[in-house]
């Protein structure tokens, strides 16, 4: 058995090693030079938030709904900003040398808002949810691996049909979040969390109050005494807040308007690179997304350089139509990089049997910033293939529920996952809840399982290589950027001096890492 230090696991320490034991013994909040301290009320804007949005965890789909799973929830596994896992409810995890069996050790002296203890059958109520063939959770790809959980005194047992040596890292996974189990399920409809903020006053996407929890386990996090937090999906609503100072922090800048804030004295800008991509998803169960050539047309006709320059106004980087960034392990460094060839995208039309192409594509703000002026310039971009791009603009309100998975093509924002396996499971892997390409491939369905369970570094890299080159030019996701993330705070908020990138706002974390100075 290997003992790793402080309490992460590292991908690349997992993998040189037959066994893993993760265990806490510290909990740094990332920033040796920090000195946070408790008080105030801290108002927030956030881009994020709709009316259909609850307290199902299976559903949580958007930056509202995120640090709320954070704050208000427990979860049994953390990233920490510089990549690795800790451990949080499950006080330690011990793989078997194949990886196929995990126990999680569950923490004593947790108890839930309500007063109730946390207990592993809690936990095995929690991540039983979101399996089996009638779940249609988020997580359902992320937990469908695992064969059967079991309790063994203070260990929950998660028995998976493969080994996995990312697992502590889906136990991350926000949707994952720790509930009371109630009859065959778990109550998740009162609220009733473990994390270091208790909910007061909740009005789905309007606005959420939190509290401060005194009984929480840790005590180096939380440290406003309150946070209230607003849905303000309109750009120049959230902008205004922030500048009249009605928030003392914003997600989501408007890249256009970013110069014009970093003049503000009493503002800071952050950007920090990381696995956002913004993308177009095409229906490949819908013609004519159901011809890879016409989906191979559509990514030739766009014009990525561009869209970085003007959308993003150089905050991110051209993307390869796949979901892995740069910073990954295992980004495929041997991929061609696509570019604008019209001549190439008209060569596809041909073989798809057409002279030209008319399509519509949904676009708003809740999408991504931006979203329907790269339309625009998608639109312009496509005409020299012979592609009429009709750029629909949809409504903010209900984008997620009623447009994202029902109209054919649409914008789409993707906060990214930390490994692999996370990202392709969740959103590429065939039937999995948020395929929004409803793509499937059998090739690549035999190699996310087989990259899971192989410990082996060279032949996992291979595997996710190949993967990542099947899903660049046969996927039915096109994917021509990768955006930093960019946020401000009033200068009376304080950071850590590292954040994390595999989320918006230090990876939705900042209701437990940031401080008033």
């Not at 006080?91 to 194949?98: G, K, N």
């Not at 789905?204 to 005194?214: A, D």
């Not at 997620?400 to 054919?408: N, R």
């Not at 809840?433 to 996310?448: I, K, M, P, S, T």
């Amino acid at each position: 058995m290997t003992t790793l230090s402080k309490g992460q696991l590292d991908r690349r320490q997992f993998l040189t090693t037959t066994a893993a034991v993760v265990a806490a013994t510290s909990l740094p909040i990332g920033s040796a030079s920090a000195n946070p301290k408790r008080g105030g009320h801290l108002r927030v804007g956030k881009g994020h938030g709709a009316t259909t949005d609850t307290w199902n965890p299976a559903t949580w789909d958007n930056g509202f709904t995120t640090p709320v799973a954070h704050a208000v929830h427990g979860h049994l596994t953390e990233v920490r900003p510089d990549g690795t896992v800790m451990p949080l409810l499950a006080e330690s995890l011990e793989a078997s040398p194949d990886a196929k069996t995990w126990r999680a050790k569950i923490r004593k002296g947790v108890t839930f808002h309500s007063g109730k203890d946390v207990t592993p059958e809690d936990v095995k109520a929690s991540i039983n949810y979101h399996r089996g063939p009638e779940s249609t959770s988020a997580a359902g790809p992320l937990v469908e691996p695992v064969s059967d959980i079991s309790i063994d005194g203070d260990y929950v047992v998660f028995e998976l049909t493969g080994g996995n040596a990312d697992f502590p890292f889906i136990l991350s996974d926000l949707h994952l979040s720790i509930h009371p189990a109630k009859d065959d399920s778990i109550d998740w409809q009162s609220g009733d969390g473990c994390g270091s903020y208790v909910a007061k006053d909740v009005n789905f996407g309007v606005s959420l109050t939190m509290e401060r929890n005194p009984n929480h386990w840790r005590d180096d996090v939380a440290w406003f005494d309150s946070i209230e937090m607003l849905a303000l999906v309109d750009q120049n609503a959230r902008t205004t807040a922030m500048v009249s100072g009605d928030v003392d922090m914003i997600d989501r800048l408007d890249l256009k308007t970013v110069n014009l804030l970093e003049r503000n004295p009493n503002l800071k800008i952050h950007s920090v690179a990381g696995n956002q991509h913004f993308t177009f998803a095409m229906a490949s169960n819908q013609a004519p997304f159901d011809d890879n050539n016409v989906r191979q047309a559509l990514k030739y006709a766009v014009n990525r350089e561009e869209l970085v320059e003007k959308i993003l106004f150089g905050y991110g980087s051209v993307g390869n139509d796949m979901p892995i960034g740069k910073g990954q392990l295992y980004y495929n460094t041997e991929l061609e990089q696509k570019a604008y060839d019209p001549d190439k995208a008209k060569w596809y039309l041909q073989q798809a049997g057409l002279d030209r192409l008319e399509i519509s594509l949904s676009a708003a703000d809740a999408a991504f910033a931006g979203a329907v002026d790269a339309g625009v310039l998608y639109q312009n971009s496509a005409k020299a293939a012979g592609i009429d791009v009709n750029v629909v603009r949809e409504p903010n309100d209900g984008y997620w529920s009623d447009v994202w998975m029902k109209k054919p093509f649409s914008a789409v924002y993707w906060n990214g996952r930390p490994v692999q396996d996370q990202m392709f499971s969740t959103a590429f892997q065939c039937g999995a809840a948020w395929n929004d390409g409803f793509w499937c491939n059998d090739r690549f369905e035999e190699l996310l399982v087989a990259a899971r369970a192989e410990l082996d570094s060279t032949k996992r890299q291979q595997m996710y290589f190949e993967m990542q080159e099947i899903v660049s030019n046969e996927g039915s996701i096109m994917i021509p950027m990768f955006a930093n993330f960019v946020f401000a705070t009033s200068n009376k908020i304080a950071t850590p001096d590292a954040m994390a990138s595999n989320w918006d706002m230090d990876g939705e974390r900042w209701t437990e890492r940031w401080w008033f100075a």
